[in-house]
Every structure is written in C-alpha cells, then in structure tokens.
C-alpha cells in the first residue's frame, strides 16, 4: 500500500512565536513547560505540524493494513479547550502510571488535560519518557 498523505505536515513556522500567541496566560505558561518536557525527553528540537501542533522527533509508522506515513514521537497542541497531548500509548491508558496522574481524559492518542495543576507534572514526564523511549 502507498504511503499515506497527512494533511497536517512538519513545518519551519516558529514554535516559540505560536506559543507567545496563545492568548490563555495559564495555557501559554504550561505549553513552555510541556515543551521543555517533551526536549529533554525526545532530546529533539521541536518542530510545528501545521498550525497548531508541536511536535518532538520523527516516527515513521505501518499499521496492519499496510498503511504507512511519518509523523512525531510525541507532541501537544495548547487547544482552546483543553492541552491535548499526542502520544503512542493508548495500551497504556490503564496503567498505574495513568492511574496515579491525576485528572485527564484520553482519546485515540491522545491525553488531554486543562490545565498542568490538575495533574502530578512527574508523573507526566515519566508518561513522555515512557512514550519517547517507546516502552
């Protein structure tokens, strides 16, 4: 099967100037710590998917069907609702870690939480390390 086209493609668009524009002063201050997180533990230099997600090293990934595209190991959006973090571990959403994080919601890939006090920020970075290092 063909490699699969993304609408939303790795970019040069400047990542410290999209987060100075999130208008939400908690939000704004969250997303530099995430991103400090999210380098440290990719140790890659964060890039923007189209014009709203950050993204952290590159993945190349093949599903079953044979379907295949690129994409990052892990990266967030400061959405209007809530930080919706992107990761590879939905096997994991039950797991202890999880389970000690705090308040969150997940989805297919992705973890989302309002706002950083709501969750134990250790916990998060073991849950980036976890989902970097692909363990």
């Known amino acids: 099967m063909a490699k699969y086209e993304l609408k939303t493609k790795k970019n040069e668009a400047s990542v ?3 987060l100075n524009s999130v208008s939400d002063e908690t939000k704004r201050s969250d997303s530099f ?3 400090s997180m999210m380098q ?3 140790k890659s230099k964060p890039k923007m998917w189209g014009s709203s997600i950050i993204g952290f090293g590159d993945l190349h990934y093949k599903y079953a069907s044979g379907q295949e595209g690129d994409w990052f190991k892990v990266g967030f959006s400061p959405r209007k609702q809530n930080l919706t973090i ?3 571990c939905e096997k994991d959403w039950k797991s202890d870690l999880f389970k000690k994080l705090g308040k969150y919601k ?3 890939g992705c973890l989302y939480i ?3 006090a709501d969750v134990d920020i250790k916990i ?3 849950i980036i390390i ?3 290092n692909g363990k």
């Open 40 to 42: 440290k533990a990719s």
């Open 86 to 88: 992107y990761m590879h």
């Open 106 to 108: 997940t989805g297919k």
């Open 16 to 18: 410290e100037d999209f």
């Open 130 to 132: 976890k989902n970097v």
């Open 114 to 116: 309002n706002k950083l």
């Open 124 to 126: 998060l970075e073991k």
């Open 33 to 35: 710590k995430i991103l």
